[in-house]
């Protein structure tokens, strides 16, 4: 295991309501990252991060923020949950010379 | 738009012998290619990487080959056990910048 702590595991959560995904890294990896994984798509990246306070877009970030404030922590917000937002999280990190690491994933649903 | 696609949903074959994963992609600007294998309710594990200056990379029981100009690249997995039954993924991205893309994934089945 490439050391990170995905929180919660599992989420049920109702529509229009905020939810924060935790991920947490003990390798000291400059580079972290969240997918969200969907049928037929594959892993799909949200929001990156090169370094403490720096944080960019992926190709699916309307309706997601994130913040990181310690180089450990990285955080993803849905601000106001949909059902299209139902789908598994992955966190991952690296390395500026990589590979990438994944965590297990988070699973949550918007009903 | 899907810059990386893997075109087989699916793949099974019999234990011992050879599985051979495709993966083809759009963007000229990738030069950094990674296969992942995944398991029912666990993220994602690396499995084997190639730098767009090589044209084959091989760890263990796994062989990526990098066909630039095709804009094509496949793992091969020799001799396939039962523990291989898994989901694979093809990924790339710039080495400038690791945000990868990822093909949709193939199921690999090993029977018996």
């Known amino acids: 295991d490439a050391g990170i702590t995905q929180s919660p595991r599992h989420k049920v959560t109702e529509t229009g309501t905020p939810v924060t995904l935790r991920c947490h890294q003990t390798?000291?990896?400059?580079?972290m990252y969240w997918y969200r994984q969907d049928p037929g798509h594959g892993l799909r990246l949200i929001h990156y991060s090169y370094g403490v306070k720096d944080t960019d877009k992926g190709e699916v970030s309307d309706g997601y923020s994130v913040s990181r404030s310690k180089t450990e922590d990285f955080l993803l917000t849905l601000e106001s949950a949909t059902s299209s937002q139902t789908s598994v999280y992955f966190c991952?990190?690296?390395?500026?010379?990589?590979?990438?690491?994944f965590g297990e994933g988070s699973w949550l649903t918007v009903v | 738009d899907q810059q990386v696609k893997q075109n087989s949903p699916s793949l099974s074959v019999q234990e011992g012998r050879i599985s051979i994963l495709n993966c083809d992609y759009t963007n000229s600007m990738f030069d950094y290619f990674l296969w992942y294998k995944k398991y029912p309710a666990e993220g994602p594990t690396f499995l084997i990487s190639?730098?767009?200056?090589?044209d084959k990379n091989e760890d263990g029981r796994f062989t990526v080959f990098l066909n630039k100009s095709a804009k094509h690249l496949s793992l091969h997995i020799v001799p396939s056990q039962p523990g291989d039954s898994a989901v694979y993924f093809c990924a790339a991205c710039r080495s400038n910048d690791y945000k990868l893309s990822f093909g949709a994934g193939t199921t690999v089945t090993v029977r018996a």
């Open positions: 190639i730098s767009s200056i090589k």
């Open positions: 991952a990190i690296s390395e500026p010379t990589g590979p990438i690491y």
């Open positions: 390798e000291n990896h400059r580079y």
